[in-house]
């Protein structure tokens, strides 16, 4: 099964897709830290809009959206609900009235930075999701010192969730076809909830054990020089990349601190 099958990775020829995997998580984990680091709502707005712009560079604009829309919509609801209306505000300075209904400007300006950081966060690594091919990801991180256990274990978190849904997906369509109504009342699709976790379950424990059979075989525990499918350059540029990423955060750290 292709890659794009098993993850949301969308192939593509651009700079982010030829960049190395872990400049990528480099950059998605330093900016991640920035925005929560800085309590300055501009600063997560100003990296959102450059995530933004890469975004349409890479040609994954379409797919990540949708992701982050199914996400960021409900949670900024919430958010303002909990933060700008429900909480005491700190300052009792209204910002907007609607009848029995105050959405107070402390509460609102709370909402907006928690809002803007959890955005740069999911925008980063959904960028990284979708530019990052699973398997060169695995071998920039085991070129890098990283065990192999642990980089299949970093890989494996970035499938399992495409793979449940698309087993899911399978799952109820079967369904379907031997006649359980999975689309008529609350009752009836709580019960066809339960059928469809059982053979969920198993078959996800079914196939984690056959992965860990087929990596045996082929020599994963293996130790000693290993030769690669992927070849994963890493320039210097890229190098200097992470380097003043680090530099970034620890900028941010100090500036936090003295300011």
Do not use: C
Request: charged share 15%.
């Amino acid at each position: 099964m292709a890659d794009s099958d098993m993850t949301i990775y969308q192939p593509g020829e651009s700079i982010l897709h030829r960049m190395n995997p872990v400049t990528e998580v480099v950059l998605a984990t330093a900016l991640s830290l920035v925005v929560f680091v800085l309590s300055d709502y501009r600063v997560p707005l100003a990296l959102a809009l450059v995530i933004l712009v890469l975004l349409f560079v890479g040609r994954v604009h379409g797919p990540v959206l949708k992701l982050y829309a199914a996400v960021a919509v409900p949670f900024a609801f919430f958010l303002l609900l909990i933060q700008g209306i429900l909480l005491t505000p700190t300052d009792p300075t209204p910002l907007l009235v609607v009848g029995p209904v105050t959405v107070w400007q402390s509460g609102f300006e709370e909402a907006r930075l928690i809002f803007l950081r959890i955005s740069v966060l999911i925008l980063a690594f959904l960028l990284f999701a979708t530019t990052a091919q699973p398997q060169r990801l695995r071998v920039a991180l085991m070129e890098k010192g990283v065990p192999s256990k642990l980089a299949y274990v970093f890989i494996a978190s970035l499938m399992i969730i495409p793979e449940i849904r698309n087993r899911a997906t399978a799952i109820t369509e079967a369904q379907q076809a031997r006649g359980l109504d999975t689309e008529a009342d609350v009752r009836t699709r709580l019960s066809s909830i339960v059928a469809l976790l059982a053979p969920l379950l198993i078959s996800t424990l079914i196939v984690a054990n056959t992965r860990a059979l087929a990596l045996n075989a082929r020599g994963f525990q293996a130790t000693g020089d290993r030769t690669y499918l992927y070849d994963v350059p890493d320039p210097t540029s890229e190098r200097l990349l992470r380097y003043l990423s680090g530099v970034a955060v620890i900028g941010a750290v100090v500036w936090r601190v003295l300011a």
